[in-house]
Structure formats: C-alpha cells, structure tokens
C-alpha cells in the first residue's frame, strides 16, 4: 500500500513563506512525476509544480519565481518551497505521484493535502 501524506501547511502572512513536504511511503519501486496541486473554494484545481523522476521541473505562471519544487529520492519526500505568498495562494495543497509499486505497477496517487492560508 502506498501513503502519501503532505505537511507544512499553515496561516502565513502575505509575503512569507511555507514548506510543504510530501511523504511517500510503502513498497516504492519508483516515484515518477510528482508535483503539487491547489485547489481554493471556489475555484478549480490546479498544478502548481511538477518535477519528474529525472528532474525536469514545471511551473504554474502564477507561481514562476516565488515556489521551488524539489525532491528526495532517498527519502521518498517531496516539497514545495512557497516564497512571497500572496493571498491568492491560498489553498489546499495536494501532493500528486505517478508511482510505481512491484505488485500494482503505475498508479497515481494523492494526499489528503494540507491548508495553506495566506492572510493580506
């Protein structure tokens, strides 16, 4: 069984920053791409960042200079750092993996996620 759980998440005030991680746990061959999705009430969900296996990473305009994906292949961890945020970024936050397991082979998973909540 696969879990994926994300953490950092919080109340921060516009311009401060959050460090989202997203941990991936149970019999992992492989995570492939992975990235982080919002949602706000109201709005539709959508990516903000995604990062592959070998590294190539993708952004959300919206988030272009303030957020950086990385990951931890070691650890199975994958964060989101969230610089000079904006009330607009208020979210829930998803982390989301195409992951492969020796008897379930490619999936895609998701967290419950974690709130963030930008105050202006």
């Keep these: 069984q696969v879990h994926v759980v994300e953490s950092g998440g919080g109340l921060v005030q ?4 959050l460090r989202l991680s997203c941990a ?20 539709q969900r959508e ?11 993708n952004y959300a305009d919206s988030v272009k200079g303030r957020f950086t994906i990385s990951r931890d292949n070691v650890r199975n961890t994958i964060y989101l750092q969230m610089n000079s945020l904006k ?6 936050y998803h982390c989301n993996g195409d992951i492969v397991t020796r008897h379930l082979g490619e999936r895609v998973y998701w967290g419950q996620g974690t709130q963030v909540t930008v105050s202006s």
């Design 24 to 43: 991936v746990s149970g019999d992992i061959f492989r995570l492939n791409s992975m990235g982080w999705y919002r949602q706000a009430p109201g709005k």
């Design 14 to 17: 516009a311009g401060g920053s």
């Design 87 to 92: 009330p607009e970024d208020t979210g829930v």
């Design 47 to 57: 990516l903000v960042a995604s990062i592959t296996d070998g590294g190539r990473i």
